[in-house]
């Protein structure tokens, strides 16, 4: 893979739903191993552009360049596999699961048997299903799961989902991390721990970008800050220019 300076060029980026611009023309570089914050206030296109970077919106115009390879026309498995992980906005855990089984549900796209092998249980399959157990329980642990990896998904305490949800968007070994609104609805020692686990994997080499309302946790990680209003990029910094940037606080305070 390319290792320039920059992961992700996201360029001159027009989304349009009939007639509305929810992102007019944006361009946005994020530096490799930097966790890069996109805040706005609500409808200002920050999940459409998640969206348009994990192939489920085909831009109107404009081009994403994940490591210096155009993403926009491939599916969202085939980015996926890329190396752009995501979580969602609204928690996507398979209920009934445990928390083991919602990662290895991650993994699965990493296994080499095939279908034939795993129904007959042939030793390449149990190989690979014991190392990815393997793999599972030390993502789990990561994010300090490793107790409740036979929990169903749907007892877990909310900010527990929100770190399986993390956990298993790691399970994919990305190189670019999307998280939306990770802090939403979290406690405020939930969002203690988010901050340390978002810096871990930071440290782990992966860049991320961070979309996030809770002010305090977009200034005290983020390396830098784009933001965007009615689908328009308008600042971009580091935490102490956006917080004293003019625009960006008639923004909020208009909004
Ligand atoms: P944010 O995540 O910043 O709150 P969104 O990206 O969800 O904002 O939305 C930006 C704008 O695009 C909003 O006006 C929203 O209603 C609109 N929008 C998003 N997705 C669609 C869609 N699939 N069809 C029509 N409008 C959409
Ligand atoms: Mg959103």
């Given at each position: 893979?390319?290792?320039?300076p920059?992961?992700?060029?996201?360029?001159?980026?027009?989304?349009?739903?009939?007639?509305l611009?929810?992102?007019?023309?944006?361009?946005?570089?994020?530096?490799?191993?930097?966790?890069?914050?996109?805040?706005?206030?609500?409808?200002?296109?920050?999940?459409?552009?998640?969206?348009?970077?994990?192939?489920?919106?085909?831009?109107?115009?404009?081009?994403?360049?994940?490591?210096?390879?155009?993403?926009v026309?491939?599916?969202?498995s085939?980015?996926?596999?890329?190396?752009?992980?995501?979580?969602?906005?609204?928690?996507?855990?398979?209920?009934?699961?445990?928390?083991?089984?919602?990662?290895?549900?991650?993994?699965?796209?990493?296994?080499?048997?095939?279908?034939?092998?795993?129904?007959?249980h042939?030793?390449?399959?149990?190989?690979?299903?014991?190392?990815?157990?393997?793999?599972?329980?030390?993502?789990?642990?990561?994010?300090?799961?490793?107790?409740?990896?036979?929990?169903?998904?749907?007892?877990?305490?909310?900010?527990?989902?929100?770190?399986?949800?993390?956990?298993?968007?790691?399970?994919?070994?990305?190189n670019?991390?999307?998280?939306?609104?990770?802090?939403?609805?979290?406690?405020?020692?939930?969002?203690?721990?988010?901050?340390?686990?978002?810096?871990?994997?930071?440290?782990?080499?992966?860049?991320?970008?961070?979309?996030?309302?809770?002010?305090?946790?977009?200034?005290?990680?983020?390396?830098?800050?784009?933001?965007?209003?009615?689908?328009?990029?308008i600042?971009?910094?580091?935490?102490?220019?956006?917080?004293?940037?003019?625009?960006?606080?008639?923004?909020?305070?208009?909004?």
């Open positions: 893979a390319d290792k320039g920059n992961i992700l060029n996201i360029e001159s980026i027009l989304m349009q739903f009939g007639g611009k929810a992102l007019n023309l944006v361009d946005i570089s994020i530096k490799r191993g930097t966790v890069h914050g996109l805040i706005g206030p609500n409808g200002s296109g920050k999940s459409t552009m998640m969206n348009v970077l994990t192939g489920i919106y085909i831009p109107t115009a404009g081009d994403v360049k994940f490591e210096n390879q155009s993403v026309g491939k599916t969202s085939e980015i996926a596999l890329s190396g752009i992980a995501r979580t969602f906005q609204n928690v996507q855990l398979f209920g009934e699961m445990t928390a083991l089984e919602n990662i290895l549900v991650g993994l699965h796209h990493s296994f080499e048997s095939n279908l034939f092998e795993v129904s007959l042939l030793p390449r399959y149990l190989r690979e299903e014991s190392s990815a157990r393997h793999r599972a329980l030390g993502l789990l642990k990561f994010v300090g799961l490793e107790s409740l990896a036979n929990e169903e998904a749907r007892n877990l305490p909310y900010g527990k989902q929100r770190m399986l949800e993390i956990a298993r968007a790691l399970a994919l070994d990305p670019l991390l999307l998280l939306d609104e990770p802090a939403a609805g979290l406690t405020a020692p939930d969002i203690k721990e988010l901050l340390t686990v978002i810096r871990k994997i930071r440290d782990h080499g992966i860049t991320i970008i961070l979309i996030e309302h809770h002010m305090d946790v977009v200034m005290s990680v983020c390396d830098k800050i784009s933001v965007l209003d009615f689908g328009e990029k600042a971009e910094g580091v935490a102490s220019e956006i917080q004293s940037n003019a625009k960006v606080i008639e923004a909020y305070l208009g909004g």
